[in-house]
């Protein structure tokens, strides 16, 4: 058999609830699927279109695999005066496709997890500024936080479920999800117009109003009902 040159590397892997690891393929991410963030995000820096086709396609991002952490300590990432916290639910699929519909997508889902999208703010406006890619906002190291997996596909549940992400104790975003505008499955489904969804896909769903700024010294903590909370703390460069 030949051989790697050099040591493959490491696959990355979240930790499921009652054991066992999730191995993950990539991290889709959503934007835009709750109302009030979209009304504080949106501001002067993106046009409304009237072009329904335009308007149709999904606000996705990817995230490197090998970006995600499940906490502890995170050093403040390099080349940003504006890290942001940006608390979500995350999906992990245990299957996938091309153009599933919603229910085939739902089908596809292995569980949920408590997630925080690190984002580069300062670079993510310039981008918004210049229409160009988001990937010097979004694909920090360590930037894809998520906590362990819940193996359980029953989102009604969640769907009554509230997100709380709060720094030093005080909380900053506050969200019911059945405030998102697409449930998960949809989600997935828009995803599988674009991409072939696989087998150790997390999908992080989008965040609600209220993300701002951490400092170095800042613990966040997410929570979303039952599932693992997300903890860490960041840390100096
Ligand atoms: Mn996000």
């Not at 569980?111 to 406006?125: H, N, P, S, W, Y």
């Not at 769903?205 to 010294?217: E, N, R």
Request: charged share 25%; hydrophobic share 40%; aromatic share 8%.
């Amino acid at each position: 058999m030949t051989k790697y040159v050099i040591p493959a590397p490491k696959q990355p892997a979240v930790p499921v609830v009652g054991g066992g690891l999730f191995p993950v393929r990539r991290i889709f991410c959503i934007g835009q699927n709750y109302l009030a963030d979209v009304k504080e995000m949106i501001g002067d820096h993106v046009k409304e279109t009237d072009d329904e086709e335009k308007n149709a396609i999904p606000v996705v991002f990817n995230k490197p695999a090998d970006s995600i952490c499940t906490g502890g300590n995170i050093a403040l990432p390099l080349a940003t005066d504006n890290l942001h916290y940006e608390g979500e639910l995350v999906v992990a699929m245990k299957g996938g496709g091309s153009n599933l519909s919603p229910y085939a997508a739902e089908e596809m889902i292995f569980g949920f997890a408590v997630g925080c999208d690190l984002t580069r703010r300062d670079l993510q406006e310039v981008a918004k500024e210049l229409s160009g890619p988001w990937e010097m906002a979004k694909a920090i190291d360590n930037g894809a936080v998520v906590g362990g997996i819940l193996p359980e596909r029953d989102f009604w549940a969640l769907e009554k479920a509230h997100l709380i992400l709060s720094v030093n104790g005080e909380v900053r975003q506050s969200e019911n999800l059945k405030e998102m505008i697409k449930p998960v499955w949809n989600i997935v489904a828009d995803i599988s117009r674009y991409f072939e969804v696989k087998p150790g896909d997390l999908i992080f769903t989008g965040t609600p109003a209220g993300v701002g700024q951490l400092l170095p010294g800042d613990r966040v903590r997410v929570g979303i009902n039952d599932l693992a909370p997300v903890e860490f703390r960041v840390t100096n460069r």
